[in-house]
């Protein structure tokens, strides 16, 4: 049992959750105080010692059959039932069966457990070894079952019932053994998920290797696989969480602003009411922001993060507008008003399909000092996330220059490295003059470290 | 103390608490291991009301420290009582007197004073908090350190020091030691990420809404002048509201609330009047409510509003979302 926990643990980290050393030593003192008797106490002991996050539940959940499930209900032997004259009339009739259908029939209908081997001989046969995602559970279940013959069970079933009631076996033990052969092999099907299943994970904590967080960070916007892309959604709000945490204890040390006259009080009475040492209201300056995101195809997935990061960080910043563009402007603050972030963004991008070569940055800055010069005013941080590419159109620099003016500052995010500026149908080298910042965002680890920067 | 979690369980329904296995087996492990329980899930299902009911079940005696952003060590851990301190020494001026008496010089008088330190710097001045209190406590208690997600991260990093050695210091006093140690709960609504650090030392108990049978049991446990058909279809409504996209589902103590809401009206049957009159005490948000009354009148409606094809009568929360304004999607 103890070797099964440890495999366990393992394959819980090959899963990406985190247990430490300390955690599954508690695992095992835990399983020694309520014992292995109640499978659900069990469980439960090992769940609040294991897992300390409730998105790993669903984690946990998966695995944990796999590595304690019974294996599966045992095959039942029916022919107890049977006179001793249909019993050997069964026997004769299965000899005459070849090879794979005897063994599937033995199985069934003598209730004959299939041996380990036997089922490492079929996994083998349908490619299970290189089996190493848990998604692929039910479809090599499926073929590993084909493997035992179980397609050609009904046809074969038939025949075999046939041949007995010729040789007068009772209509009555031949339900029976029909009954029994449907309810094997149901059992049947299910030891094999499990095994498949065991296998699968065994395969998957093998391979494992260290969590590819650190390099999913890394990976450019650019080059995201649709699977890399969600991986790094729920990366997202970790990040968030860190930001936020760096955010709140960098406002704690500020030793200016307001006397906070309560805990001044507070502190010196012991001084007599001397006021020794002073204590000044923690300044909680939120940054106001206004962000502009391209959402056209080449800049899709930065503008997706940004905005993602920045409504999770809603509490650190004090207000928050949102524009997309691609041809012209859009405000979408009203999404983030009626949904959750993550649903929001997905709407956002949802409504908001990419054309050809439509995108026009000068447009869309027309528009919006046209209709929301409002949003800006000197407390605002002006975002703006594009890689410059205007399709040639006039980039309207003047406005963004006008925009300056009134802004507190402007920072421009561009997933493009400077040596591509310019380059093509990139207006870059032109907006760049009117940023007081402009941070280059390739991969999400960059983007993380503008928005630091930004709640600085 | 508990032994097995039938134990466990016998001794929270005593307190009128309903426990799922999960709950009994970690409450049970926390006994035994003597480890924190760090309880998460939404507001009001019970978090803080399962460390009451496993204070009083095991008799020990409840210590709660509610925190809030901005709780610090004076507020958590003890604070000189200066005041107190201070008014001593006006009072006791005469008495200084004649301890000084007869000293010759200045030295002789600071170590004769010295020598009295002890009664300023003593227990009687000194004002215990929950944390010291817990640590100090000569009876059994259990320390409650309710949402502690709203306290601040430096206030997580010290608290950690207080729950790995039970110990705290007072450099006045030396160190006090606890005699034995206190069984503690830690509940969070999630608000922020917990530190790693914390969720390592303690046991992990995610509390989620009950089902309709386990929430039944709590209503007819808390409220039991209500009709058990009224209880039912109260708990039903209750369980389908949860699943409609609110702002704030309705948690279990207003599951509660609403049942005995129901019976101090009187009421008969879960009618539409009824209803509307009381869903405020379940839903909070105006737009809650609306969101609610639209989802609960389209089953009987038929196809009220705009008209939408999918989705039949029986599954009322998805033929509300297809009803959610959608913008124009390409």
Redesign the interface.
């Known amino acids: 049992m103890e070797q099964r926990i440890v495999d366990f643990i393992a394959g819980l980290r090959a899963a990406g959750v985190?247990v430490?050393i300390?955690?599954s030593a508690?695992a095992f003192?835990?399983v020694d105080?309520?014992g292995v008797m109640?499978k659900?106490?069990f469980r439960?002991?090992l769940?609040?010692?294991l897992?300390?996050?409730?998105r790993d539940?669903p984690t946990f959940d998966a695995l944990f059959p796999i590595y304690f499930g019974s294996g599966g209900p045992p095959l039942l032997n029916p022919t107890g039932e049977l006179t001793p004259a249909e019993q050997q009339m069964l026997m004769d009739a299965l000899r005459q069966l070849a090879g794979d259908m005897r063994r599937l029939m033995e199985m069934l209908l003598q209730g004959r457990q299939p041996n380990p081997s036997e089922l490492r001989q079929a996994g083998n046969q349908v490619g299970l070894q290189y089996a190493n995602r848990p998604f692929q559970q039910d479809w090599f279940t499926r073929r590993m079952l084909r493997q035992l013959g179980l397609d050609q069970l009904t046809e074969a079933l038939r025949e075999l019932l046939e041949q007995l009631a010729r040789q007068g076996m009772s209509e009555e033990s031949r339900n029976k053994l029909e009954q029994a052969a449907a309810e094997n092999a149901a059992a049947l099907a299910e030891q094999v998920e499990q095994f498949v299943g065991e296998n699968i994970a065994r395969k998957a904590t093998e391979e494992h290797h260290e969590p590819q967080e650190a390099e999913l960070l890394e990976r450019p916007f650019s080059s995201l696989s649709e699977a890399e892309a969600k991986a790094l959604q729920e990366l997202v709000r970790?990040l968030a969480?860190q930001l936020?945490?760096r955010a709140?204890?960098r406002h704690?040390k500020g030793k200016r602003g307001v006397l906070d006259a309560k805990r001044t009080i507070?502190a010196n009475?012991?001084y007599?009411a001397v006021p020794m040492e002073i204590y000044h209201k923690t300044r909680h300056l939120k940054p106001k922001l206004a962000l502009i995101c391209d959402v056209s195809t080449s800049v899709r997935y930065c503008s997706e993060f940004m905005l993602r990061l920045i409504y999770e960080l809603q509490d650190q910043v004090s207000k928050a507008r949102s524009f997309v563009f691609i041809g012209d402007i859009k405000d979408i603050t009203a999404y983030f008003d009626e949904d959750r972030p993550d649903v929001a963004v997905e709407?956002v991008l949802?409504?908001n399909?990419p054309g050809y070569y439509n995108t026009n940055l000068g447009n869309s800055l027309a528009t919006f000092a046209h209709d929301h010069l409002d949003t800006v005013d000197h407390r605002t941080t002006l975002i703006v996330i594009s890689d410059g590419r205007n399709n040639f159109s006039d980039p309207r620099v003047d406005l963004l220059e006008m925009l300056k003016r009134r802004a507190r500052r402007i920072i421009w995010l561009s997933p493009e490295p400077p040596y591509l500026w310019g380059t093509g149908d990139s207006d870059m080298p032109q907006y760049v003059g009117c940023c007081d910042a402009v941070h280059e965002v390739g991969n999400l680890q960059q983007l993380a470290d503008a928005v630091d920067k930004l709640l600085d | 103390m508990f032994n097995s979690?039938d134990e466990v369980r016998e001794g929270l329904n005593g307190q009128q608490y309903v426990a799922s296995?999960?709950i009994?087996?970690?409450v049970?492990?926390a006994e035994?291991?003597q480890?924190p329980i760090?309880c998460?899930g939404p507001a009001g299902v019970g978090k803080t009301e399962l460390a009451k009911a496993w204070a009083g079940a095991t008799g020990r005696r409840l210590i709660r420290l509610q925190c809030y952003e901005g709780l610090d060590e004076?507020k958590a851990l003890y604070e000189?009582e200066?005041?107190k301190?201070?008014l001593y020494t006006q009072l006791l001026r005469d008495k200084l007197h004649d301890v000084l008496a007869g000293s010759q010089t200045l030295a002789q008088a600071a170590d004769r004073i010295a020598q009295e330190e002890d009664v300023f710097f003593s227990e009687r001045f000194l004002l215990p908090r929950p944390l010291l209190q817990a640590v100090t406590a000569g009876d059994p208690v259990l320390l409650l350190i309710d949402e502690i997600d709203r306290a601040?991260?430096?206030f997580e990093a010290f608290l950690l020091e207080v729950l790995s050695d039970f110990q705290v210091s007072v450099p006045e006093l030396g160190t006090k030691k606890a005699t034995s140690i206190p069984a503690v709960m830690l509940t969070s609504n999630?608000t922020?990420?917990l530190s790693?650090a914390l969720?390592?030392?303690?046991?992990?108990?995610?509390i989620d809404y009950p089902s309709v049978e386990a929430e039944l049991r709590i209503v007819k446990l808390r409220a039991p002048d209500l009709a058990p058909q009224l209880a039912r279809q109260a708990v039903e409504l209750v369980q389908r509201l949860r699943q409609l996209d609110l702002k704030k589902s309705p948690s279990v103590s207003e599951t509660i609330d609403w049942a005995r809401a129901l019976v101090a009206l009187n009421a008969a049957q879960l009618d539409r009047a009824t209803l509307e009159n009381t869903l405020t005490v379940l839903l909070k948000h105006e737009q809650d409510v609306q969101r609610a009354k639209r989802a609960i009148s389209a089953p009987s409606a038929g196809s009220g509003g705009t008209g939408t094809a999918a989705g039949g009568a029986e599954t009322p929360d998805i033929e509300y979302r297809n009803l959610r304004p959608r913008?124009?999607?390409?």
């Open positions: 985190r430490s300390a955690e508690d003192r835990a105080h309520v109640s659900h106490t439960s002991a769940h609040a010692t897992i300390k996050d409730a539940g970790r969480a936020r945490s709140s204890l704690k507070r009475q012991r007599g709407r949802e409504d399909q | 979690t296995d999960e009994n087996t970690v049970l492990l035994k291991l480890k760090l998460e004076t000189w200066y005041a301190q201070m601040d991260a430096e999630n922020r990420e790693e969720k390592r030392r303690c046991l992990y108990l995610f913008r124009r999607s390409e």
